[in-house]
């Protein structure tokens, strides 16, 4: 693993703790972020521990640059600051730990074997935070079908939400069991009854009126629209 901080006392008092664990090798440490880019070009250490303020550039853009490298290490950021910008930058960064200098030496050197297996672990005081965030968020709401949608019969239904999820018309009447022609005539009726003209916007209708808001959806909206318009006939 590989050490940046800006403050040598940190750095090699981290590298002292570090080194008298047996599964951790530490390959040096640095206060400079393009450094420490090079360094891990070099030496292909499998975890960087940093702290945000470094050298030459901060420690978030060395992350998000090491993040582009073709074997990019884990990332373990180690810093006094957990405001909610440091937390939700540093995430965004795709960091795979934070912890908070107050931690204690086995949490961070749990943070580091985390990290080696690629796993992610956050400080005790920021999972809180985020969990809190989380149950704060009003919770979705179920899709309410408009009457238009509401009339169609059931195979009707089923045959849009096919149709929705990017299926041809072969590919509907061979999964129903049913002839090409009964599937274009449940089509229609569908178009007539929603007042759409093709299948692109059937699609889009299909979506924003929670027609398919509770079927599986293996594809995405906009997937399905390019297809729709792709196969319409």
């Keep these: 693993m590989l050490i940046c901080d800006q403050l040598p006392v940190i750095a090699d008092g981290l590298r002292t703790l570090l080194d008298a664990v047996p599964d951790i090798d ?3 440490t640095t206060h400079n972020g393009m450094e420490a880019i090079v360094l891990v070009r070099t030496t292909r250490p499998d975890v ?12 978030l853009e060395m992350i998000r640059r090491l993040g582009k ?20 930058d540093v995430l965004h960064a795709s960091a795979s730990c934070l912890l908070g200098k107050d931690a204690s030496p086995q949490e961070l050197i749990t943070a580091i074997q985390a990290a080696a297996a690629g796993q992610t672990m956050l400080a005790p005081s920021i999972a809180a935070r985020l969990v809190s965030w989380f149950r704060a968020q009003p919770e979705p709401q179920e899709a309410v079908m408009c009457p ?22 072969e590919e509907v009447a061979s999964e129903l069991i049913i002839g090409e022609a009964t599937v274009r005539t449940h089509l229609y009726r569908v178009r007539t009854k929603l007042g759409v003209r093709d299948r692109a916007e059937l699609v889009s209708l299909a979506y924003r009126t929670g027609l398919i808001h509770s079927a599986a959806q293996p594809l995405g909206e906009e997937r399905a629209l390019a297809l729709g318009g792709l196969r319409a006939s």
Excluded: W, Y
Aim: hydrophobic share 40%; charged share 25%.
């Design 26 to 28: 530490v390959i040096g």
């Design 69 to 88: 490298e073709e074997e990019p290490p884990s990332v373990v950021v180690f810093t006094a600051s957990e405001d909610d910008k440091t937390v939700s």
């Design 48 to 59: 960087v521990v940093t702290d945000l303020n470094l050298q030459t550039i901060s420690g």
């Design 148 to 169: 238009e949608v509401a009339e169609l019969t059931p195979r009707e239904r089923e045959v849009t939400r096919m149709v929705a999820l990017g299926m041809s018309t």
